[in-house]
């Protein structure tokens, strides 16, 4: 798990089941921990992909209805890292190598990223403020979690909950 901490990786797990619903193809931890680590997602790949998954949850919630949790994660994160990274020369993404992180065949991968970027409207642009509101969020979940899970809270497990919108 040297890409995608456990929290995190248990937090996007239990979003991403709650967002996209469906039971086939649920999301388990132990995929998006493979899928992480194979296909290189970066901390902030994670952080856009959560910012257009809570779009969708606002503006699209019919495409949510379609897409299992599973395709849900790989394709916001495939597409997340595309906008970040993909300067077209020597940092290609590959959809054929996000194919093989997650198990699918290109053309499965191709049609997940035409929907998603269909129901997202093209809009892949984030303004630092919303970015930062969903890591300000998630954040909070981690500490409240992992505080509760211990059966203490760190200062700085503190510091971020008081920092929370209560």
Known sequence: MENLS?????????????AAPSPIR????????????????SPCSMMLALVYIERLRHRNPEYLQQIS??????????VASKYLYDE?????????EWAAAGKLDVQ????LEMNFLRAIDWGLYTHPGEFF???RWLEGRVAEQQGMKRGWFTYTDLL????QDL
């Open 6 to 18: 456990s929290p995190v990786a248990d937090i996007a797990v239990e979003l991403l089941q709650k």
């Open 108 to 111: 499965m991968v191709n049609t």
């Open 133 to 135: 509101e969903v890591l």
């Open 88 to 96: 077209g020369e020597e940092e290609e993404v590959f959809n054929d």
């Open 160 to 163: 971020v909950l008081l920092e």
């Open 69 to 78: 949790s599973s395709d849900l994660f790989l394709i916001s994160m495939m």
């Open 26 to 41: 649920r999301l388990q931890k132990k995929y998006a921990v493979h899928v992480s680590r194979e296909a290189c997602i």
